[in-house]
């Protein structure tokens, strides 16, 4: 009894709260007048109070956050067309930011034009922006092969999908997500072992292109000291002509090599072009390419014809003797050459050992093989999936299925294993590509990454002629003459008493 007198007192006192709430300034309740307080009322009251009581307490540790979300939905009486205003001014402040935001990145589009000429002549600047992804000029994106080979994995796929749809009864209740475990651990070593073929492939061109700038150098270098001795200009030429066209014959043949016909070889000879050639420094005489055209790699002999020749101007003394440092010193430019000239004909024709590069390729042609099979799988069964969340019926054999996802979940899950399986090994397969065409240095059988011999060996050609012409005319100064000084010459009369002396001495048998 004592408790049921207690239990009403503390309803009454729950209810008198409650109007006073309601009547107080600001709120959102209208003001009430106070309630007729009866027997019956306060019987009810201490029934409700009671059932109350015996409900189970909140825990201790409720979260604070929804409580105030509570109070603050409570606090904000919006109606629908205010939210839609809300809403539509989100929108709109995100469009504006989103405008704002390009136009203060096309206010300098000139910066980032990649300019593309040849394989090294492009503005690297370019490819610091989004439209390296928009350019496929001089690119493995323009290549035949790589498209072939992406046909050739979609083709996999739908042959694939067909037989998931055609064989199961209900593909839409396979879990797509259990095929992607069958590439998982050899795309990690498919990754690893394309790294360091690609690496590989990097260092053996710029190996190449390494010993094809040295040849230049020790053009010059030549060059340089010819005219420091003061050698005549028709003899100078003779050097720098032989050097150019050692550089020029040396591109040319190694991309003729890479030709397979028989045929486009008799077609591109190279001795033609350099009977007709109107540049002085690139050009043979007949006699000259007739000695040539039977030898297989005839620029060593160039550079032999310049170290016999440097050999007469010793012996005419219109440089130091042979047993002086800087004929010395002439003769190993011509031996750098020769040097530069065996490390471009290792770089390009001797390659990796094929029992590598076939495992490398067979390895990635089965992770891509596998992965077309995973996209198959999974496309087969969203397709399933997407058919039977439309009607249940929608299957081959006529059993209904009730899918465990939505259609937006299947159409995100396809979209996800399509990044995964598809645009990967289409990644891997450039890459491939990219580590072959890296041993064209200088094309024939890929023009992709192939050094442009001709230009360079052009604008060398112009760079020597113009420094010909500035060196034989110094600004304040006579051009320096060593035949013509006093300190060579019993260094010139003693070599020739020795040539005299050594012809007219017998031959011993």
């Given at each position: 009894?004592?408790?049921?007198?207690?239990?009403?007192?503390?309803?009454?006192?729950?209810?008198?709260?409650?109007?006073?709430?309601?009547?107080?300034?600001?709120?959102?309740?209208?003001?009430?007048?106070?309630?007729?307080?009866?027997?019956?009322?306060?019987?009810?009251?201490?029934?409700?109070?009671?059932?109350?009581?015996?409900?189970?307490?909140?825990?201790?540790?409720?979260?604070?956050?929804?409580?105030?979300?509570?109070?603050?939905?409570?606090?904000?009486?919006?109606?629908?067309?205010?939210?839609?205003?809300?809403?539509?001014?989100v929108?709109?402040?995100?469009?504006?930011?989103?405008?704002?935001?390009?136009?203060?990145?096309?206010?300098?589009?000139d910066?980032?034009?990649?300019?593309v000429?040849?394989?090294?002549?492009?503005?690297?600047?370019?490819l610091?922006?989004?439209?390296?992804?928009?350019?496929?000029?001089?690119?493995?994106?323009?290549?035949?092969?790589?498209?072939?080979?992406?046909?050739?994995?979609?083709?996999v796929?739908?042959?694939?999908?067909?037989?998931?749809?055609?064989?199961?009864?209900?593909?839409?209740?396979?879990?797509?997500?259990?095929?992607?475990?069958?590439?998982?651990?050899?795309?990690?070593?498919?990754?690893?072992?394309?790294?360091f073929?690609l690496?590989?492939?990097?260092?053996?061109?710029?190996?190449?292109?390494?010993?094809f700038?040295?040849?230049?150098?020790?053009?010059?270098?030549?060059?340089?000291?010819?005219?420091?001795?003061?050698?005549?200009?028709?003899?100078?030429?003779?050097?720098?002509r032989?050097?150019?066209?050692?550089?020029?014959?040396?591109?040319?043949?190694?991309?003729?090599?890479?030709?397979?016909?028989?045929?486009?070889?008799a077609?591109?000879?190279p001795?033609?072009?350099?009977?007709?050639?109107?540049?002085?420094?690139l050009?043979?005489?007949?006699e000259?390419?007739?000695?040539?055209?039977?030898?297989?790699?005839?620029?060593?002999?160039?550079?032999?014809?310049?170290?016999?020749?440097?050999?007469?101007?010793a012996?005419?003394?219109?440089?130091p003797?042979?047993?002086?440092p800087?004929y010395?010193?002439?003769?190993?430019?011509?031996?750098?050459?020769?040097?530069?000239?065996?490390?471009?004909?290792?770089?390009?024709?001797?390659?990796?050992?094929?029992?590598?590069?076939?495992?490398?390729?067979?390895?990635?042609?089965?992770?891509?093989?596998?992965?077309?099979?995973?996209?198959?799988?999974?496309?087969?069964?969203?397709?399933?999936?997407?058919?039977?969340?439309?009607?249940?019926?929608?299957?081959?054999?006529?059993?209904?299925?009730?899918?465990?996802s939505?259609?937006?979940?299947?159409?995100?899950?396809?979209?996800?294993?399509?990044?995964?399986?598809?645009?990967?090994?289409?990644?891997?397969?450039?890459?491939?590509?990219?580590?072959?065409?890296?041993?064209?240095?200088?094309?024939?059988?890929?023009?992709?990454?192939?050094?442009?011999?001709?230009?360079?060996?052009?604008?060398?050609?112009?760079?020597?002629?113009?420094?010909?012409?500035?060196?034989?005319?110094?600004?304040?100064?006579?051009?320096p003459?060593f035949?013509?000084?006093?300190?060579?010459?019993?260094?010139?009369?003693?070599?020739?008493?020795?040539?005299?002396?050594?012809?007219?001495?017998?031959?011993?048998?």
């Open positions: 009894m004592i408790r049921g007198m207690a239990t009403s007192i503390w309803g009454i006192s729950l209810l008198w709260i409650y109007v006073c709430a309601c009547s107080g300034e600001g709120s959102a309740c209208p003001p009430t007048p106070p309630p007729v307080i009866t027997t019956q009322v306060l019987i009810q009251t201490g029934i409700n109070s009671s059932a109350v009581s015996q409900m189970p307490a909140k825990p201790a540790n409720g979260t604070a956050e929804a409580d105030q979300s509570d109070q603050t939905a409570k606090e904000l009486p919006w109606s629908s067309l205010q939210i839609w205003l809300v809403m539509k001014a929108m709109l402040l995100l469009l504006l930011l989103c405008a704002v935001a390009c136009l203060g990145s096309l206010r300098q589009p910066i980032f034009n990649l300019r000429k040849d394989t090294m002549t492009y503005n690297a600047l370019g610091l922006s989004w439209i390296a992804l928009l350019s496929a000029s001089r690119t493995v994106w323009i290549n035949k092969t790589i498209w072939i080979m992406a046909c050739r994995f979609c083709s796929v739908l042959a694939v999908a067909l037989l998931e749809i055609s064989m199961f009864p209900d593909p839409g209740s396979m879990d797509p997500l259990a095929f992607s475990e069958i590439t998982s651990v050899l795309t990690v070593f498919v990754s690893l072992l394309l790294g073929y690496t590989s492939s990097v260092k053996r061109w710029s190996t190449c292109i390494d010993g700038l040295n040849l230049f150098e020790v053009i010059r270098a030549l060059q340089m000291q010819l005219h420091a001795l003061g050698v005549g200009r028709g003899d100078i030429a003779r050097v720098v032989y050097g150019l066209v050692s550089s020029w014959l040396c591109a040319r043949l190694q991309r003729i090599d890479n030709i397979a016909s028989k045929k486009k070889k077609v591109y000879s001795f033609q072009g350099l009977r007709d050639a109107p540049d002085v420094f050009s043979l005489t007949d000259e390419c007739e000695k040539l055209e039977g030898i297989d790699d005839p620029c060593p002999i160039l550079w032999l014809w310049v170290a016999l020749f440097l050999g007469r101007l012996s005419d003394g219109d440089i003797p042979m047993a002086s800087t010395g010193r002439m003769v190993m430019l011509a031996n750098d050459a020769q040097v530069a000239l065996k490390e471009i004909r290792m770089t390009t024709e001797v390659k990796i050992p094929y029992l590598y590069t076939h495992t490398l390729s067979a390895i990635v042609h089965l992770n891509n093989i596998l992965c077309a099979i995973n996209m198959g799988l999974t496309l087969g069964s969203c397709i399933g999936a997407a058919l039977t969340s439309i009607d249940s019926r929608l299957t081959l054999y006529g059993i209904e299925s009730y899918p465990t939505t259609a937006s979940q299947t159409l995100q899950l396809l979209l996800v294993q399509s990044l995964k399986c598809f645009f990967v090994p289409l990644l891997y397969q450039a890459c491939l590509e990219i580590c072959f065409c890296l041993y064209s240095a200088f094309g024939g059988e890929t023009e992709e990454a192939m050094i442009p011999s001709d230009r360079m060996v052009k604008e060398w050609s112009n760079e020597l002629a113009g420094l010909m012409d500035l060196a034989m005319h110094p600004p304040h100064w006579q051009a003459a035949k013509h000084s006093i300190s060579h010459v019993p260094d010139i009369q003693r070599t020739k008493a020795q040539i005299s002396q050594s012809a007219k001495k017998p031959m011993k048998v």
